[in-house]
């Protein structure tokens, strides 16, 4: 989306903007509004950026709000030297992105990572080097289910799941399709617990899986709805997911279904993208809170984007998943003893302590914790894409799972719940 017209869009949605003026300054860091010049701190970020699709917004996103601390005094005056890699959705080059920003560049933690293979890949080496990975855009099992990593964003799981849960209690669906990539940490693990959700309400589910490499959303589609469905969750990154719209509309299909999907399609692109035939139809799960809201962190990461990034660079779910992982590094380090801000052990130690921090993106706390699971995000909004925008339908909610009571656990010790 070119950037007058992403503005005009946003200007409606938020009311952050009036003709001819720019952001209010964004709120960065210490604030002291001089560079910091001391040294440098070494952080890392990996995403992917390659098909099935570009999960660098996150990164960007870490990247604008860096420079924004960098330029109001950095961390006690030292700024935060943010390296970035592409894994190219390529294992191999994902091992060696790690290699040179964990042990060539001895970064002190990494933020704002996104993608479909780097964590798979890094995990172990994350918990062997003892680092932190403060994701932003996690979409596989290992990114919430490892000692090292934490994420802001939710992740297919439980967003599928939020979309589900909403669509039986107040959609009527009673059985739910859910199309998903056949990548095995992904599609099956993702869609597996909607299925269970429905299963346990006495419903039923089934899964479609694409072949990530050469997708075929019309035999997806197709088996989706032979498979008796009433409802089609299209666990899918935007792309791909409005291709299999696009091929319920040569078929005339909107009106015999539901449709839902998790955050990929909360997009601010993707209304225009589907046109009017499907205006009013399509619900989706927000991982974090709708633009529209517009509280003080939402207008923030606004103006930190308006400011320090690139007027290409996406404002969606990831950027806004970034921009938080950022400032939640940043605050963390803030609140250490200056000497042990490049002391990797004693980093780590003040991410795994952290607790209760808040923000009005996130419907709940975010922690993290010395355990071998990190989902702190399990609860969103639902939206529906209705006359080029979207409307909140049901404002915050907890997700229903019993995958979620480990979970519940640490935040009931942490006094969180």
Not at 98 to 108: E, H, P
């Amino acid at each position: 989306m070119k950037r007058n017209k992403l503005l005009a869009v946003l200007a409606g949605m938020t009311g952050l903007f009036v003709a001819g003026q720019a952001y209010a300054a964004p709120d960065c860091g210490m604030n002291t509004g001089k560079p910091a010049t001391g040294e440098p701190i070494v952080v890392g970020g990996i995403h992917g950026n390659a098909p099935p699709g570009d999960f660098s917004a996150s990164t960007d996103a870490a990247k604008a709000y860096f420079d924004c601390v960098n330029a109001n005094g950095g961390i006690h005056g030292r700024p935060i030297d943010y390296r970035v890699e592409n894994d190219q959705w390529n294992p191999e080059m994902a091992a060696q992105a790690a290699s040179k920003l964990v042990k060539d560049a001895n970064a002190v933690a990494l933020v704002g990572n996104g993608s479909f293979i780097e964590m798979a890949v890094n995990a172990k080496t994350y918990a062997d080097e003892n680092i932190m990975a403060m994701a932003a855009a996690c979409a596989i099992s290992e990114c919430f289910e490892s000692s090292n990593i934490v994420s802001t964003n939710q992740g297919p799981l439980p967003s599928n799941l939020g979309a589900t849960q909403y669509a039986q209690e107040e959609l009527g669906s009673e059985n739910v399709a859910c199309i998903g990539l056949n990548i095995p940490n992904n599609g099956p693990w993702s869609c597996k617990v909607s299925i269970d959700l429905m299963k346990a309400r006495g419903g039923d589910g089934s899964m479609v899986l694409i072949n990530p490499g050469a997708p075929d959303v019309n035999s997806a589609l197709l088996e989706a709805v032979s498979n008796g469905a009433d409802t089609i969750l299209l666990n899918l990154p935007a792309g791909l997911a409005i291709a299999v719209l696009k091929a319920a509309e040569e078929q005339d299909l909107r009106d015999s279904y539901k449709w839902i999907a998790p955050t990929p399609l909360y997009d601010l692109s993707v209304p225009a993208a589907l046109g009017e035939y499907w205006d009013g139809h399509v619900y989706v799960n927000a991982e974090l809170a709708p633009f529209h809201l517009g509280g003080k962190d939402a207008k923030n990461w606004l103006a930190v984007m308006d400011a320090y990034a690139r007027p290409e660079d996406p404002r969606d779910t990831f950027a806004q998943s970034g921009y938080l992982s950022a400032t939640y590094f940043v605050k963390t380090l803030l609140a250490m003893d200056p000497a042990d801000v490049d002391d990797r052990a004693k980093v780590t130690e003040a991410i795994k302590n952290i607790s209760g921090y808040t923000s009005d993106l996130m419907c709940g706390p975010y922690y993290v914790g010395d355990t071998d699971f990190h989902m702190p995000n399990h609860a969103g909004y639902m939206v529906r894409i209705v006359g080029g925008e979207y409307e909140v339908v049901r404002d915050c909610y907890e997700f229903d799972s019993s995958y979620f009571d480990p979970h519940k656990e640490v935040e009931k010790k942490l006094g969180l719940r």
